[in-house]
């Protein structure tokens, strides 16, 4: 009996500290497949996002003081949309296709640019496209970019969180390699047999729920709304931060490796730097200026 227990404690140990396997989890990259046709959670994962974002800008927008319509709503939303998948289609394309020198790959074949289905999107260029599309939109109908900002910025993780746990269920953007003080590590098919942090969910963590948890009671339960490009710029800040960081565990694309090598930095990181910079500038700014009236009214 004594070797026996011993023997079982042993097994229990062995199944504490061996990797988990990501076939083992049993996900599907798609949500149900009908003949030729897949409906993918990536897809449902970028739909959900999109509408709790507006769901919760047009719910915020129905509140005292706010910078912006329903019909402002609608149209930033379509132009936004726009702006996610073109800008972070070009995004890829220039910042994760070229390596250390030469024209990035996509661009020499912009054929391939259409290609969504093949994957390759950067969080970088798709917040640029957006950018573009809200400076667009609050050009054409007079309205405070900074303030649609900061409307637009509390609602932005949901897709982010969204996303990142879609990049998990489809098994891809690993993490680095872990070592055996990390019992959460997965093997990822197509990434060998070694066990990798599971850095998609470190960045649904960081960049989805902790910014929602931060952004969200900041924008309801204080005044921070009425302090222009407050919320935009803690927005900013924390999703820099929080890429920067989430890289020490992302394995950098394969193309990247040697110039990560070279500058110390993965091309996340450098292109997280800027919005460290940015959202301690707008952060500054809003503190500094005074308060606007609680009973400004909403446009119509």
């Known amino acids: 009996m004594h070797l026996l227990s011993l023997s079982l404690a042993s097994l229990a140990t062995a199944a504490t500290t061996a990797p988990i ?28 996002g999109i509408l709790l974002a507006y769901w919760h800008t047009s719910k915020a927008c129905k509140a005292p003081g706010a910078p912006m319509a329903q019909r402002h709503i609608d149209d930033l939303f379509f132009y936004c949309t726009l702006g996610v998948i073109l800008g972070g289609r070009l995004g890829y394309a220039t910042f994760y296709t070229g390596g250390t020198t030469g024209i990035p790959s996509l661009w020499a074949h912009p054929g391939e640019l259409i290609k969504l289905w093949q994957g390759g999107m950067s969080f970088h260029g798709g917040l640029i496209g957006v950018v573009i599309a809200m400076a667009w939109v609050c050009w054409r109908n007079k309205l405070s970019m900074v303030r649609v900002g900061d409307y637009i910025a509390v609602s932005v993780p949901f897709g982010m969180m969204f996303g990142r746990l879609a990049n998990f269920v489809n098994g891809e953007l690993w993490g680095r390699v872990a070592g055996p003080d990390v019992p959460w590590a ?40 009425w302090k222009p490009g407050l919320l935009v710029g803690l927005f900013t800040l924390g999703m820099g931060l929080a890429r920067f960081m989430a890289e020490y565990f992302r394995e950098p694309d394969e193309q990247l490796q040697e110039f990560a090598r070279q500058t110390g930095f993965s091309m996340g990181q450098w292109l997280s730097v800027p919005l460290v910079l940015v959202g301690l500038f707008f952060i500054v700014r809003a503190l500094l200026r005074p308060e606007l009236n609680s009973g400004t009214p909403s446009p119509q």
């Open 21 to 48: 396997h990501f076939e083992d989890l049993g996900l599907s990259p798609n949500v149900f497949t009908i003949g030729s046709f897949a409906l993918r959670w990536y897809s449902l994962a970028y739909l959900a």
């Open 186 to 225: 997965i093997v990822f098919k197509g990434a060998g047999d070694v066990a990798r942090h599971p850095s998609q969910l470190y960045q649904a963590l960081g960049e989805g729920l902790l910014l929602l948890v931060i952004l969200l009671p900041l924008f309801w339960k204080t005044r921070a709304r």
